[in-house]
């Protein structure tokens, strides 16, 4: 029986520098998430401004999504992330500046731009170089980066920062700056597209093996219809995971606070064990979600995930919440990469740009909403009813999945057409 799988190389060394140009910028994302709010606060004194610090940040990276998306389809994904690196360092490095709150969040529209155009263009160029039968593996591999980020970057932000002193954080905004020097430098030595053009092939690696019988850029049609410039197949997962991001945003965004509120000193080793279940999550839920689907990743951990939510208000000691970041991070790290892999799954290879930016675009959306409508009911209501809002928004992220995306509906679905 003839096994095409071992010739199907993943981690190739696009798929290596790719994974590396990410790094950079996460890592400021998840020192800035996690510290900006406090900046904001110190500087206005009020929670509202930590809020927005967010929202601008992320309104900006999604109004800058789509037109990443459709030009990375037509010109290609590596000088989009230069130029998005390079923005990203220049903003970072004009945070230390001044501490005037409007010129603040200004440049953090700057930032917000930059990245937009860079993770987007970095998810598009990923999927170029996944080989088809292993994108849930590949997309988990990738968001190991992301993985990296989460577990070092508020520990070591947080750490920085210290006691909150205004120098504290002009180290934090030179190493940030530094960071997205080095995702630019990365950029520059990826090489698919150099070689597609060389040979005048579409823009796939050349070590991603495709089988032959079914290359992976060749249409076998007319492509599908637009709206907007994103195919429909995207709109439902899209809205799964802005579910998913809102409530998300109550973590990343406000637990710092609640632990202040609490009297739970530093919080930084939550996002450590957090991302310890993120990396074992994303090394095994892949090949599972390969294999036999998504909907068996996906359900059990939206599931998952919204008891935690429940749970967290009633947490008055450091320790259950640091047990609890645990199986936060092995349902984060098994929904999300498996939604991300079906998104490019169900949709035309020639507009991988737009599913990337449909992507990155609904964490914009969601942690947008999030960090302005969790700021005020955290001021108006406090935390508790802050992680239980969470908990809905992600068990109403259930529903809808079940109801519109999970993978037996659409089969259900095809077979009544084949019938009709």
Excluded at 59 to 68: C, E, G, K, S
Excluded at 205 to 224: H, I, Q, S, T, Y
Aim: contains cysteine; glycine residues 8%.
């Amino acid at each position: 029986m003839e096994n095409i799988q071992p010739k199907e190389k993943l981690l190739s060394k696009d798929y290596i520098l790719i994974m590396c140009a990410a790094l950079g910028t996460a890592f400021c994302n998840f020192f800035f998430f996690t510290t900006l709010p406090l900046y904001a606060e110190k500087v206005s004194g009020s929670n509202v401004y930590g809020g927005l610090m967010l929202t601008v940040y992320s309104i900006a990276a999604l109004a800058a999504r789509p037109i990443a998306g459709i030009l990375s389809d037509r010109t290609g994904r590596v000088k989009l992330l230069i130029i998005g690196a390079f923005v990203c360092a220049v903003a970072c490095a004009l945070y230390g500046i001044t501490t005037a709150i409007l010129l603040l969040l200004a440049i953090r529209v700057l930032n917000g731009l930059g990245f937009g155009v860079h993770s987007t263009s970095s998810g598009a160029a990923v999927a170029d170089v996944i080989p088809k039968s292993r994108i849930s593996e590949g997309i988990g591999y990738f968001s190991l980066y992301s993985t990296l980020a989460t577990a070092l970057g508020p520990f070591i932000a947080l750490t920085i920062i210290g006691d909150g002193e205004l120098k504290n954080f002009q180290h934090l905004f030179f190493l940030a700056s530094s960071l997205c020097l080095f995702s630019m430098v990365s950029a520059c030595f990826i090489s698919y597209e150099r070689k597609a053009k060389k040979t005048d092939k579409p823009a796939v690696a050349a070590d991603a093996a495709v089988p032959p019988e079914a290359p992976a850029e060749a249409p076998a049609g007319p492509l599908p219809k637009t709206f907007v410039g994103f195919e429909y197949a995207v709109f439902l997962p899209t809205a799964v995971l802005i579910l998913l991001n809102f409530a998300s945003s109550s973590i990343n965004t406000f637990l710092t606070l609640f632990a202040q509120d609490r009297g739970l000193g530093n919080v930084g080793l939550f996002f450590t064990v957090n991302a310890v279940g993120l990396f074992i999550s994303r090394m095994l839920f892949g090949r599972i979600a390969d294999r036999h689907g998504p909907d068996v990743v996906v359900i059990p951990g939206v599931i998952a995930l919204a008891l935690c939510y429940c749970a967290i208000p009633f947490l008055h000691s450091p320790l259950w919440l640091f047990v609890l970041a645990f199986p936060m991070g092995i349902a984060n790290g098994a929904i999300i990469p498996t939604i991300n892999a079906l998104m490019f799954q169900r949709c035309s290879p020639q507009r991988r740009g737009t599913v990337s930016a449909a992507y990155f675009a609904a964490l914009d959306i969601g942690f947008a909403i999030g960090g302005s409508v969790f700021g005020f009911v955290a001021d108006s209501l406090g935390f508790g009813y802050l992680y239980w809002t969470a908990a809905v928004l992600t068990a109403a992220a259930c529903i809808l999945y079940i109801r519109t995306v999970a993978e037996k509906r659409q089969l259900k679905l095809k077979k009544a057409e084949s019938i009709v």
